[in-house]
């Protein structure tokens, strides 16, 4: 199973602009295993549900996002560094929340997660 560790949030103001970061690791198939894999961005708010953000498919052909967030939030990966990015634009208080890093559709695997915290 792929180890993923996020990383890239904090505190900033809306507006303002964060990049999300996310590597995979474990194993000697790790490698294998993650560019194998539809790579996603999943949020959770306090209260809420958790929600998928964005999706990228294995060899980044086909992205998909969340109403909410499309045409300022960017999914991308980098299959030689075994990695994935989500560029977060134009952040709104509403974006405040813990952001995941997941493996396959449906996930198989998350991250520890990342605060995300947007102030207004």
């Known amino acids: 199973q792929v180890q993923l560790a996020e990383s890239g949030g904090g505190l900033v103001q809306a507006g303002g602009s964060l990049r999300l970061s996310c590597a995979a690791s474990g194993g000697i198939f790790s490698g294998t295993m993650f560019r194998a894999n539809a790579m996603g961005w999943h949020r959770q708010a306090p209260g809420k549900q958790r929600e998928l953000v964005a999706l990228?498919?294995?060899?980044?052909?086909?992205?998909n996002y969340a109403d909410s967030v499309k045409g300022r939030f960017t999914i991308s990966r980098d299959n030689a560094k075994n990695t994935v990015y989500l560029q977060m634009n134009s952040l709104k208080p509403e974006d405040t929340a813990v952001y995941y890093c997941?493996?396959?559709?449906?996930?198989?695997?998350w991250g520890q997660g990342t605060q995300v915290t947007v102030s207004s």
């Open positions: 990228i498919t294995s060899g980044g052909g086909n992205t």
């Open positions: 997941t493996a396959g559709y449906p996930p198989t695997s």
